[in-house]
């Protein structure tokens, strides 16, 4: 019987291999470096003026850039892009394996149903860790090179303290937190329906359109905010956004959010052990 270990070095090197993570990733790294490039552009050119982002209103737009403000668009966009890929590769992680056959060929092998599980979850959290990391480090350099075009400087007196290292592992930490959720959904639907399409589909509908559906059901009045904390967007949002957070909000964002991933990952486990189809063996 193959070990965890053994297990998650052949699933990462499986996903390190495919040519999906790889497009992926240039497709992170060109939108997130064009973003940057676009931004520096503007300030070169002479752009002045205030810019309206959710939490800032009124931010001039040479503070959303520059540091210690500007590295949380590196981030900002490496969560809310990053969170789309990784459910696209969350989902190619198990839908193709399923279209392939390749898992049965693993089972065949005796490698055990719940470990070959954890090991994938284990691989996509690593990758939800790497993109976070990538957007952080494009988000740093670029605020750094903006502020070496706006006044020639790295602007090191205004940025690099202790509080700017304590909002920068508080903001890659929610990133992680909403990425891993977003990447475990995709996954979970993916073995439920065994459909690469249905798996990043449905997961894209629910994080763009369950956005706006709950912003709507939450400007309904009290009993609307109260009914939208049902749905798992309402807390990432609130994690995402909120700054002010007391004692209860924390209690239902945690609740809601533990909620969702114990059933989603019950329900993988349930399903996966299932599936007769792609083994003749046990697992």
Do not use: C, H
């Amino acid at each position: 019987m193959a070990s965890l270990g053994t297990l998650f070095g052949v699933e990462l090197a499986k996903i390190v291999r495919r040519p999906m993570t790889w497009i992926l990733v240039v497709i992170l790294f060109g939108f997130t470096v064009l973003v940057y490039t676009s931004l520096i552009l503007a300030l070169v050119s002479g752009f002045e003026g205030n810019v309206t982002v959710e939490g800032a209103e009124g931010q001039s737009f040479e503070d959303m850039i520059l540091l210690p403000d500007g590295f949380s668009l590196g981030v900002g966009l490496a969560q809310g892009v990053g969170s789309v890929l990784l459910a696209i590769l969350a989902a190619g992680t198990f839908g193709s394996e399923f279209s392939w056959g390749t898992l049965r060929t693993m089972l065949l092998m005796r490698a055990d149903r719940v470990r070959l599980l954890i090991a994938k979850l284990l691989v996509l959290l690593l990758a939800v860790v790497v993109v976070m990391l990538l957007g952080a480090a494009i988000g740093l350099f670029g605020s750094l090179v903006a502020g070496i075009v706006v006044d020639g400087s790295l602007r090191t007196d205004q940025w690099l303290t202790a509080s700017f290292f304590r909002d920068a592992a508080r903001l890659m930490l929610i990133g992680m937190v909403y990425s891993t959720f977003w990447t475990l959904f995709a996954a979970a639907l993916t073995i439920v329906t065994r459909s690469l399409a249905a798996g990043i589909g449905v997961t894209m509908a629910a994080l763009f359109v369950g956005d706006f559906t709950t912003s709507i059901i939450a400007g309904l009045g009290t009993l609307g905010r109260w009914i939208s904390r049902i749905f798992p967007n309402t807390a990432l949002n609130a994690l995402s956004t909120g700054t002010d957070l007391v004692a209860t909000d924390w209690a239902w964002i945690v609740t809601n959010l533990v909620g969702y991933t114990a059933l989603m990952l019950a329900i993988a486990v349930v399903r996966f052990r299932r599936m007769n189809m792609i083994s003749g063996g046990g697992g």
